[in-house]
């Protein structure tokens, strides 16, 4: 079968699965969508654990990784950890994957029940 083997090489001879893997992405066109599955699986290896228990990535979409902090003040540490977090992303992953870190806080209870609504603020909380 012409243009699947390497010159030199018969299509039937046996490559190793990494290298499978590989072509078929980039055959494919999955390349970058297999680059940003990667930073979300292997998360914990890559940020180290003290990062990865107080924070979840979420979505990583053209360039832009979102995070979910476990409280307020983990999401604060974060913003200001943010350039130290892309740097390491970038040394392990290439500066095309992720280019902008965005961190949310967590998020609080709905405290609306059924149809009617009043105005006022509501609950006084930081819930974090």
Known sequence: ???????????????????????????????????????????????????????????????????????TAWATQLRMLSRQILAILHRELGPQVVQRITVRGPTAPSWRHGPIRTAGRGPRDTYG
């Open 1 to 71: 079968m012409p243009g699947i083997a390497a010159p030199g090489r018969e299509w039937r001879d046996p490559v190793s699965f990494g290298t499978a893997i590989s072509r078929l992405l980039a055959a494919r066109g999955w390349k970058a969508q297999a680059d940003d599955a990667g930073v979300l699986a292997r998360w914990d290896v890559i940020v180290g654990p003290d990062i990865a228990d107080h924070c979840t990535p979420v979505s990583l979409r053209d360039g832009n990784l979102e995070l979910v902090a476990e409280s």
